[in-house]
């Protein structure tokens, strides 16, 4: 059963009154079976075993956080930690196998040993400090991101090949994170159905004060629960970074909303009390199959947002629902030997009628198969201008040639890009263009679409360690050289700049500073006084230079990795900027123009994106009839200034 057991109202007899109760009962599970018929008929690419296969994947790490978020929830609490401690663990055990060659098993420990740690100070907190699990978990979200970063300093660090196996397949299908999903399955079951603290949990958040005069130690116990809950947030870091190569600082930024969404939607209580693992894997798979549905149906990854939002919603309101009609719930494992053989036959039927009615609805799509003269384009994120003009550029030639592309948004994070490349290659698109968030993290899902014989085209940024028909992108190091010697000969050969750096691990990131520092070396009366990353955005362009500004009141100049940083720096030095202070930044979109056009930037460093997407999906074409194509483009980059600007087409 997916969700809580309840009993029978009396009275409510009769073949409805069944169905109906049934329904109750089962309500994430006839959600599940709804959405996998409904994608099944709408998409052709669903119901292959490849991208059944994906969907697993790519649920596995919601659900290994969730089944620990569960133990929490059930005994009334919550966790806002798990996504950071998660990305902690998986550094911890990065940084200590390869930056201080500690043994790949000892470096294991250790991050199963963070997550325990991270879990028991929580507990420390809401137990004995008295703090809200609120409060006390959302204080450990920023500690742990903040100490990941800092081990890290802000760089991915390799994962070891030994670990990184974890992301590979068996026998060459079946996908290792679903085994480490079903196994963690398991064991949050076990726990919850068969063990003290399982039955302690229900008790705590049935009744805390019930449960203490009755005997149990809640404290001790509420150290336990959240130390579970680490420890199964370390497991769920380790195997994503698995599948990314790399640990990444920022991985599982926001994993824990997911986490909480799907032990919500498989049927828990946030008051505490009800909820089981069988539930919170069926809500788990509910959102990968959401996800993965929408992705192959091209659905914007915004409205993507918005289609979640509302299905968590309905899922309390069913929950809501659920308990007027008079039902009580049952704690795991508290259910009668009769009540397990009708669970039992509910989930045999369940899967009879689905694979009926899922193998009928595939006679709709019978013959039909993917179309060569289709293009994947995953984008980092459609939330940069930058981007945005690549996308334009892309779908223009795209249209031209008639060809049909498939726009994603990774929206910043490299595990759903991940998640989108494989939905790409499941659903046998021609060619790929790809603009990875991370460097490292996107060569797992290229390698996989090198296998499966699609052509795979960078554009902006690399791929590292993975093969690539060609890489189109702007000369990123020339660019910089003529940042620095923009800014430099502004300042007359000398003054104090501080550089805003981009997103740490992207090629684009560290080719740019590659060329700020050889532009500079010409100018040696010219000080860099401070560089931080403010990772391509604008508010952080803000932020980090507000910082910088204390610290630096008399600086004269600024580069800016993009322009977005740059408009933020602006931002922060008000009227000094384009006075006092020259800046420059890189990419030449809309609004840096403008800026330079008004005088409060004093140049860009042009790329014309809307090139770079043309450009790309002209090569993947290429790529996909096997014709030549060279391993690097580069498109022309240029300086743009008040005295060119107005002449200057993007």
Do not use: C
Request: hydrophobic content about 50%; proline content about 3%.
């Amino acid at each position: 059963m997916a969700t809580d057991t309840l009993k029978r109202n009396p009275g409510a007899g009769g073949a409805t009154g069944g169905l109906r109760r049934l329904l109750l009962d089962n309500g994430a599970l006839t959600a599940l079976i709804v959405l996998v018929i409904a994608m099944s008929a709408l998409s052709g690419d669903f119901l292959t075993t490849d991208n059944l296969l994906n969907v697993g994947v790519q649920a596995a790490v919601t659900a290994v956080l969730a089944f620990g978020v569960t133990f929490v929830i059930v005994s009334a609490g919550i966790d806002l930690s798990v996504g950071s401690v998660a990305a902690l663990s998986a550094t911890v055990l990065a940084w200590s196998a390869t930056s201080h060659g500690v043994p790949v098993v000892i470096a294991v420990l250790l991050a199963v040993a963070t997550g325990i740690a991270a879990g028991l100070v929580n507990g420390f907190l809401i137990a004995y400090g008295k703090l809200p699990p609120f409060i006390a978990t959302l204080a450990m979200l920023s500690v742990a991101r903040g100490l990941s970063l800092v081990i890290s300093e802000g760089s991915p660090i390799p994962f070891p090949d030994s670990v990184s196996h974890l992301g590979d397949t068996l026998g060459g299908w079946l996908p290792v994170p679903v085994l480490v999903m079903i196994v963690m399955g398991l064991i949050a079951a076990f726990v919850l159905g068969r063990t003290y603290i399982g039955r302690s949990m229900y008790a705590i958040g049935g009744n805390e004060e019930a449960a203490r005069l009755s005997g149990l130690r809640v404290k001790k116990q509420k150290l336990a629960i959240y130390a579970l809950s680490g420890v199964f947030a370390a497991v769920a870091g380790v195997v994503l970074a698995s599948r990314l190569s790399s640990a990444q600082p920022q991985a599982a930024d926001g994993y824990e909303l997911d986490a909480i969404a799907a032990v919500v939607i498989g049927g828990a209580s946030l008051a505490g009390g009800t909820g089981k693992a069988s539930g919170t894997l069926i809500g788990a798979l509910i959102l990968a199959v959401l996800r993965n549905g929408l992705n192959l149906l091209n659905v914007s990854a915004f409205w993507q947002q918005v289609v979640i939002g509302v299905v968590i919603a309905l899922a309390v309101l069913f929950d809501t629902l659920r308990r007027k009609a008079g039902a009580t719930p049952l704690a795991a494992g508290t259910g009668s030997g009769g009540g397990k053989g009708k669970q039992a036959g509910t989930y045999a039927l369940a899967a009879v009628v689905t694979v009926a009615i899922v193998g009928a609805t595939s006679f709709l799509h019978d013959g039909s198969k993917a179309s060569d003269q289709r293009i994947g384009l995953s984008l980092s994120t459609l939330n940069n201008p930058f981007f945005v003009q690549i996308r334009a550029g892309a779908q223009a030639e795209a249209k031209k040639l008639g060809v049909d592309l498939t726009v994603t948004d990774a929206q910043n994070d490299a595990s759903q890009q991940a998640n989108q490349l494989q939905n790409f290659t499941s659903s046998g698109v021609g060619a790929i263009v790809v603009n990875p968030v991370d460097s490292d993290a996107a060569s797992n899902s290229v390698k996989a679409a090198d296998k499966a014989g699609i052509p795979v085209v960078a554009v902006d940024r690399g791929v590292n360690n993975a093969k690539t028909a060609t890489l189109v992108a702007s000369d990123n190091v020339a660019g910089g050289e003529l940042a620095a010697k923009s800014i430099a000969e502004k300042l007359g050969g000398e003054g104090k700049i501080v550089i805003l750096q981009g997103q740490a691990g992207t090629s684009a990131a560290r080719e740019r500073a590659q060329g700020f520092a050889q532009g500079l070396k010409a100018f040696p009366g010219i000080k860099v006084v401070a560089q931080q990353p403010a990772d391509f955005d604008r508010t952080k362009g803000l932020d980090v230079m507000s910082n910088l500004l204390q610290a630096h009141p008399d600086v004269q100049g600024v580069i800016a990795a993009n322009d977005e940083m740059a408009l933020g720096a602006i931002k922060a030095l008000g009227s000094k900027a384009g006075k006092s202070v020259s800046v420059v930044g890189f990419d030449g979109t809309p609004d840096g123009l403008k800026a330079v056009e008004n005088g409060s930037l004093y140049a860009s460093v042009a790329q014309q994106p809307s090139q770079l997407g043309k450009i790309a999906v002209d090569n993947a074409l290429k790529a996909l009839d096997g014709d030549k194509v060279e391993q690097t483009v580069k498109v022309p980059v240029k300086v743009v200034t008040k005295d060119n600007v107005a002449g200057f087409k993007g």
